[in-house]
C-alpha cells in the first residue's frame, strides 16, 4: 500500500473517521489505485496501535460508500469509481462538505479570492491526475 496513515490521536475528530479521511485521500490524489489492496484490519490495527474494531468500523464505511471492497480470503481492495448515491444525495454530500470547507476557510481568515485561487489550485492539479491516467 502506498497511502501512508497518518492519525492524531489528540484530535477531535475519531480514528477511525481519520483512517476513513486517509483511504478517500490516497483514492482522489493517486496514491492508491483501483486494485491496491489495503493492510488487513489487524495489521493496519497493529500498525497504528489502535484497536482493530476501530478499523474494522472505518473499512465498512468505505465499503459502504463504494471506496473499497472486500474479497473473502483475499483481503481488502481499492474498488472501481462507481455512482452508489442519488443525485440529491451527492448533491447533499457537496453542500455539507462545502459549507465546513467555507467555514473553515472563513474562520481562518482567508479572503473569497485566497479561497477560489485554493479551489481552482486542487481542481487543476485533480484534473490533471485524471489525465494522466494516475487515478
Not at 476513513?20 to 483501483?34: Q, Y
Not at 473499512?59 to 474498488?79: N, T, W
Amino acid at each position: 500500500m502506498a497511502v501512508d496513515f497518518q492519525i492524531s490521536i489528540g484530535s477531535t475528530v475519531p480514528i477511525y473517521r481519520q483512517i476513513i479521511d486517509g483511504v478517500r485521500r490516497g483514492v482522489t490524489n493517486g496514491e492508491l489505485a483501483v486494485g491496491d489492496q489495503l493492510p488487513s484490519v489487524r495489521a493496519l490495527a497493529e500498525r497504528l496501535l489502535v484497536n482493530h474494531n476501530t478499523v474494522a468500523k472505518a473499512y465498512q464505511a468505505l465499503v459502504r460508500d463504494g471506496v473499497i471492497e472486500s474479497r473473502h480470503g483475499r483481503g481488502v481492495f481499492v474498488a472501481k469509481r462507481r455512482n452508489i448515491y442519488t443525485k440529491a444525495e451527492r448533491h447533499r454530500r457537496l453542500d455539507a462538505a462545502l459549507q465546513a470547507f467555507v467555514g473553515e476557510a472563513l474562520l481562518l481568515d482567508f479572503d473569497d479570492a485566497e479561497i477560489r485561487q485554493a479551489v481552482e489550485k486542487k481542481l487543476n492539479d485533480a484534473n490533471g491526475r485524471k489525465k494522466r491516467g494516475d487515478q
